[in-house]
């Protein structure tokens, strides 16, 4: 069973920065890697992911402010949040898909999750 471990969350002042790693215990190169996030009272939301060609897919919401890596050789993914907002308040899950990938930001196509990382954005 995949193990994904998330950190890095924690309070910031509007426009502050934060990044976000995910610890991934498998190498396989068939795993796509996203970042989703839920907010008190709403739904989970995706917010970046890799496509199938490795290409990076963001959420309207954050373009041009987060941006999604991937490190192979340590087996980490991150989430660079830049400029955020009070509505970024939200847990991050790092989540993971194995094998072909149709909707890079749609919770249902990812079957492997970790526990989740608090991150609050005051005004």
């Known amino acids: 069973q995949l193990q994904l471990v998330e950190s890095g969350g924690g309070s910031v002042q509007s426009g502050g920065s934060l990044r976000l790693s995910c610890a991934v215990s498998d190498t396989d190169s068939n795993y796509h890697m996203a970042w989703f996030r839920q907010a008190p009272g709403k739904e989970r939301e995706g917010v970046a992911g890799?496509?199938?060609?490795?290409?990076?897919r963001y959420a309207e919401s954050v373009k041009g402010r987060f941006t999604i890596s991937q490190d192979n050789t340590n087996a980490m993914v991150y989430l660079t949040m830049n400029s955020l907002k009070p509505e970024g308040t939200a847990t991050y899950y790092c989540a993971a898909h194995w094998g072909l990938l149709e909707y890079v930001l749609e919770d249902y196509e990812y079957n492997h999750w970790g526990q989740g990382t608090r991150v609050t954005v005051s005004s």
């Open positions: 890799f496509t199938d060609t490795g290409d990076a």
